[in-house]
């Protein structure tokens, strides 16, 4: 087991799929991010407790996501191409 001391803002690299991100915490309890491929199944300890162990035929199930309309893909595909723009001009005038 490895133990590590972490600063907000600080994140875990796991392999190239798995992203821990430390948000803060207090005294008693700890604030984190996951990002992970949803075929990863991610529980809780007391979750585990209470219902058993994760384990084959015992995952979680996820929604396959909506398909965004290619109307809505176009106008993301825009606002991203602003914010670029924007981005490139702030930084040649700084």
């Known amino acids: ?3 590590l ?3 907000p803002g600080e994140y ?3 392999g190239n799929e798995i992203k821990l991100v430390f948000t803060g915490g ?3 309890n ?3 991010l996951i990002e992970a491929p949803r075929t990863m199944n991610i529980a ?3 979750a585990l407790e209470k219902y058993g162990v994760a384990g084959p035929g015992n995952e979680v199930k996820h929604p396959k996501d909506r398909e965004l ?3 809505a893909q176009a106008k993301i595909k825009a606002i991203l191409m602003e914010e670029r723009k ?3 001009a702030e930084a040649r005038r700084a």
């Open 1 to 3: 087991m490895l133990k």
């Open 5 to 7: 001391t972490v600063k």
């Open 12 to 14: 875990l690299l796991i």
């Open 26 to 28: 207090s005294k008693n």
């Open 30 to 32: 700890m604030h984190i």
């Open 44 to 46: 809780r300890s007391t």
């Open 69 to 71: 309309s290619p109307q």
């Open 86 to 88: 924007r981005a490139r």
